[in-house]
């Protein structure tokens, strides 16, 4: 089991950018992957972006591509989310999940193995 442990959350205006961290400890020798989802008040968490721990393959729900950019350092076991030109419909609790099995099912909660605990950004407008 890995523990994740996000922060960088906060409460900013629309336009401004936020960096998300997420920090993984434990079991990380067998991450393939590490994604980022996000879940609104009253809805379903939904996909916002993951990483392959090669760093080699991205990707991105169509609502952030283009603002949005995940990064690792594996040196860290630390994925990063960087949000730009926010807007008040990023507005969510953002959680971080690690993949142990490699299913490749990036955009999908079943994909992934661990949960961080999430963290706050709200987006003012």
């Known amino acids: 089991q890995v523990h994740l442990v996000e922060s960088g959350g906060g409460l900013v205006q629309a336009g401004d950018s936020l960096r998300l961290s997420c920090a993984a400890s434990g079991r990380t020798a067998t991450i393939y992957g590490m994604g980022w989802f996000r879940q609104a008040p009253g809805k379903e968490r939904k996909f916002v972006a993951a990483i392959r721990w090669n760093g080699v393959h991205t990707y991105y729900a169509d609502s952030v591509k283009g603002r949005f950019t995940i990064s690792r350092d594996n040196a860290k076991n630390t994925v990063y989310l960087q949000m730009n030109s926010l807007k008040p419909e990023d507005t969510a609790v953002y959680y971080c999940?690690?993949?142990?099995?490699?299913?490749?099912?990036?955009?999908?909660?079943?994909?992934?193995?661990?949960w961080g605990q999430g963290t706050q950004v709200t987006v003012s407008s």
């Open positions: 999940a690690v993949d142990h099995r490699d299913t490749y099912w990036y955009s999908l909660e079943s994909g992934y193995d661990d």
